[in-house]
DNA sequence: ACAATAACTTCCATAATATGGATTTATTGG
DNA sequence: CCAATAAATCCATATTATGGAAGTTATTGT
């Protein structure tokens, strides 16, 4: 018994695609494609070879490994912004990079993930598990992702833990409890010391939309020495304002940028 | 007669995505979609769903507008590098655009285009046609994707040309001559002064494979002020230092990184 | 506020399309 | 150079996408 999705053709292709992305540089076999998709070798060859007409595929340098294409770079440039998400908030990135000396990233829900949309160092030392643009973790893994799962309303955060719960305890981490989520709602921010990374501490603010629903968060990067207790409050304040300033302009926006 | 593919849905599919690539950032309704890619409105319905589940699309704040999804540039980010381009060539447009003061590109080819890669300006003062990345324009137009054009073998150059005429002269443009592209081929640089803006001079030069492939090239833009004839070639001279040095590092990597 | 219109969603019989087993051709490795 | 493995190609089959029609839900105009 199949699922009834209507477009199987096209949820394969797109399953490829995401194969290759998650493979390594030298790139992917056909077999191995069609092993990984689970998908008949003939199969895999046309849809693969569809891709690669479409630029979304090309053959690594003369041998028949296949790595995506440049268009999904094309592409994921211009969905980038996610609606002037970015560009709204790039100000604050800076301006929160430079006053803290510290790394400052902007994460942004994308289904059971946060996507890391942006990032400013103030001095390049730090790389984060979620650090590089374009890199995602599942909702509850790293404090901006956290931070965002936190605000959700009741349901959709069951249900996002529900998918993600495995997804993280495979990654070797632990999940957030609902105790963990509540206290992050309380108080507004999410704080993590030694999670993710050893002697790394995370902290991340969430960004609203009007109507209350998390769609970011900007979250902040540095080692433990930097960012004792005592000056961590300071810098969440700091966060808090410069995220507000960001909801205040996606609210005036005409266009509802909001996810 | 329909085309043979043998993969219709995804390429309509796929078609779907870059029409709504092609929309303004408000999004666009599903009927638009259809309209835009000659599918039946039911069958757009079925692509489009296909594709939100997979986060390839988004809806557009709670209306029902459609804008790409981040998932998009998820997997763009992870094919942006380019199978090592990127990387190999960010030391030498950092140094390029130190030492010129203009602002340097990166441009790849993908298909019948060239995607910008990179960029780095030394002070932010030039948005190029191409500028930012992620953009791509047709292969013939604008310097660094005139450069690769003018290098690529007889046929392909040929092939290619046919294929963009039309986009180029779409675009308010003229296409290259035959002669113009062998004078490119003959001194190993492309020279643009007021073509695609006025005041604004470019300038590129091929990187090329191993097997003497164009691949991409490294671009500059500068107002013509900054970059008259005296010093081009200097500057040329030392572009064409950076792309040898970029070439090595690809023929030097195990894994072909050639396109 | 209500009607009229347009956009979106769902349904389903039909046929066109994707499927995958079998085969040929190319590539890789010993 | 030959064996083994992978990729490309073929094609009869039935699964899957298709699009007309009808039912809902928004949007627009009065």
Redesign the interface.
């Known amino acids: 018994m199949k699922k009834q999705?209507?477009?199987?053709?096209?949820?394969?292709?797109?399953a490829v695609?995401?194969a290759v992305?998650a493979a390594p540089?030298?790139?992917m076999r056909l077999t191995e494609i069609a092993e990984m998709c689970g998908l008949e070798q003939p199969t895999a060859h046309?849809?693969v070879?569809?891709?690669e007409?479409?630029?979304?595929l090309?053959?690594?340098?003369?041998?028949k490994r296949l790595?995506?294409?440049?268009?999904?770079?094309?592409?994921?440039?211009?969905?980038?912004?996610?609606?002037?998400l970015a560009a709204a908030a790039r100000p604050a990135l800076v301006r929160l990079a430079a006053a803290s000396g510290d790394c400052m990233f902007l994460m942004?829900r994308?289904?059971f993930?946060a996507?890391c949309?942006d990032r400013q160092d103030a001095n390049y030392t730090i790389r984060s598990l979620t650090g590089?643009?374009?890199?995602?973790t599942p909702l509850g893994l790293g404090p901006g992702s956290t931070t965002i799962l936190a605000h959700l309303p009741e349901a959709e955060r069951a249900e996002v833990l529900a998918a993600n719960r495995e997804r993280i305890l495979a990654l070797g981490h632990d999940v957030p409890s609902k105790a963990d989520l509540a206290a992050i709602r309380k108080c507004g921010f999410c704080h993590e010391v030694n999670r993710s990374v050893a002697g790394i501490v995370g902290a991340a603010v969430p960004i609203m939309t009007p109507?209350g629903h998390p769609i970011a968060a900007i979250a902040i990067g540095a080692t433990e020495a930097r960012l004792p207790e005592t000056r961590l409050l300071d810098v969440i304040a700091t966060m808090k304002d410069e995220a507000r300033k960001i909801e205040a302009i996606i609210a005036s926006s005409r266009?509802?940028?909001?996810?």
């Open positions: 999705s209507g477009a199987q053709a096209l949820e394969r292709g797109l695609l995401e992305a540089p030298e790139g046309r849809l070879a569809a891709l007409r479409g630029g979304y090309t053959r690594v340098g003369d041998t790595r995506l294409g440049l268009k999904l770079f094309q592409l994921g440039a211009t969905g980038a912004d996610a609606g002037g942004a994308s289904g993930d996507v949309l590089h643009v374009g890199g995602a109507k266009d509802g940028l909001l996810s």
